[in-house]
């Protein structure tokens, strides 16, 4: 389906860029082409109008035609034309009565004339176009010759081209095959245990639900997993589609965090880790609390399922030098490798899979705090270091009443 793709792109644009060149090269010659005649045009009505036929750039031949339109007079300038070739190019002329002006041909050569009529007799001028006859020739085998050579030398222009605008296409084709697969294994792997128990369960019906108790608390914990899974996938696609919108509101984002920490705290000393918090007092922020909050959610049960027992948790609320809202969770652990750093915020990204069953996570939970931030107008970074590893959050510009209510 790609390289289908691709091709028909490829075709298309360069049928479309062949088409725009020979239009460029059409239009280019029809204006200059236009500029000859209207060149031509006005030497013959100026000579006309003082009746002087003496044009050095062309030969021209001033006449007078009697009220039947036989020739009376005539003056050449420049220009060797016998009295019977003249007679025949009027009878030309005669021809076109309804029109004053246009043009003859005479051995192989073009002529533009000019009659104006006065009572019974005629005036008119013609002058030789051999100079525009080599112009039409010249812009027809340019114009071939570059319409010819823009045909080929397009075709590798358009292949950059497609490459260059297929790449994200097949980018996010990849991606999603990527997702659908990943999705498709976490999904799996709760479902089989879940059967699993499930048919242990009814293999024992007379069996008490104490008794049962190992199966049903493993049925349950999964069931919870797969929900949290679901979830996220749910959110992620929405955000994908742009059916998620933050409720922005005036938020005192100090009092809030700082609560949301305190809720926390006893479930970190359970789990063995340290969990130290320091807050810019008085901070307010204008956004979507339940948003930054799942978003907060995320990092810090990333920051417990990656921070070994007894190690710590910290976090630092505060302001950039723009007045943008930044939050630093740092925790200590293994070192995150510089090649794995640019992919923590992908989709079922794991820097250590193996350790997926232990934790519960299933790669999704940075992707949501990125999508989260991004729809703040925000960004999260991550880095790594002599066994900290720190995630910063930055979230987009202060509301224009929080600079004043930051300095009450």
């Known amino acids: 389906m790609q390289r289908r793709l691709r091709l028909r792109f490829l075709f298309i644009s360069w049928v479309l860029l062949t088409m725009f060149l020979v239009a460029i090269c059409i239009g280019v010659s029809m204006i200059l082409y236009r500029s000859s005649v209207n060149s031509t045009e006005n030497s013959l009505k100026e000579s006309l109008k003082i009746m002087s036929f003496d044009d050095p750039t062309r030969g021209m031949a001033g006449f007078t035609l009697e009220e039947h339109g036989f020739l009376r007079g005539y ?5 060797n034309l016998s009295t ?9 002329m ?38 525009e006859q080599a112009l039409v020739a010249t812009l027809k085998r340019n114009s071939l010759i570059f319409c010819i050579a823009g045909f080929f030398l397009l075709f590798p222009v358009c292949l950059l081209l497609t490459k260059w605008v297929s790449r994200p296409i097949e ?39 104490e008794s049962q108790e190992r199966w049903l608390d493993s049925i349950q914990g999964e069931t919870s997993r ?25 938020l005192e984002i100090t009092d809030l965090l700082e609560e949301m920490c305190m809720e926390r705290e006893s479930e970190f000393y359970e789990a063995g880790r340290m969990f130290e918090y320091e807050m810019t007092p008085g901070l307010h922020y204008y956004g979507d609390w339940k948003l930054i909050q799942r978003m907060m959610g995320e990092l810090l049960a ?12 910290r976090m630092v609320v505060n302001r950039t030098r723009k007045l ?10 293994a070192q995150i490798s510089q090649q794995d750093l640019p992919k923590l915020f992908d989709r079922f990204y794991r820097a250590d899979p193996s350790r997926a069953r232990n ?50």
């Open 324 to 333: 943008h809202l930044r939050i630093v969770l740092s925790n200590t652990g």
């Open 359 to 408: 934790t519960g996570g299933y790669g999704l939970g940075l992707s949501v705090a990125k999508s989260i931030a991004e729809l703040h107008e925000g960004t999260i970074t991550a880095e790594s270091q002599n066994g900290i590893n720190v995630f910063t959050v930055v979230l987009g510009d202060l509301h224009p009443e929080e600079g004043k209510n930051d300095k009450k």
């Open 171 to 209: 980018t996010a084709w990849e991606k999603q095959n990527d997702f659908v697969s990943d999705a498709t294994h976490e999904l799996k792997t709760p479902l089989t245990v879940i059967a699993t128990n499930t048919e242990a369960v009814l293999s024992n019906p007379d069996a008490t639900i």
């Open 94 to 131: 005669n021809k076109n009565a309804k029109r004053n002006t246009g043009q003859v041909y005479y051995d192989g050569v073009m002529y533009r004339y000019l009659v104006i009529r006065q009572g019974t007799v005629s005036y008119g001028v013609l002058a030789e176009c051999s100079q």
């Open 84 to 92: 019977e070739t003249l007679t025949n190019m009027v009878k030309q």
């Open 75 to 79: 003056q050449l300038s420049h220009i």
């Open 226 to 250: 797969m929900a949290g899974l679901v979830g996220n996938l749910l959110f992620l696609a929405k955000v994908d589609a742009a059916e998620i919108h933050p409720a922005p509101e005036d």
């Open 302 to 313: 990333n920051a417990r399922m990656y921070t070994p027992e007894g190690g710590t948790i």
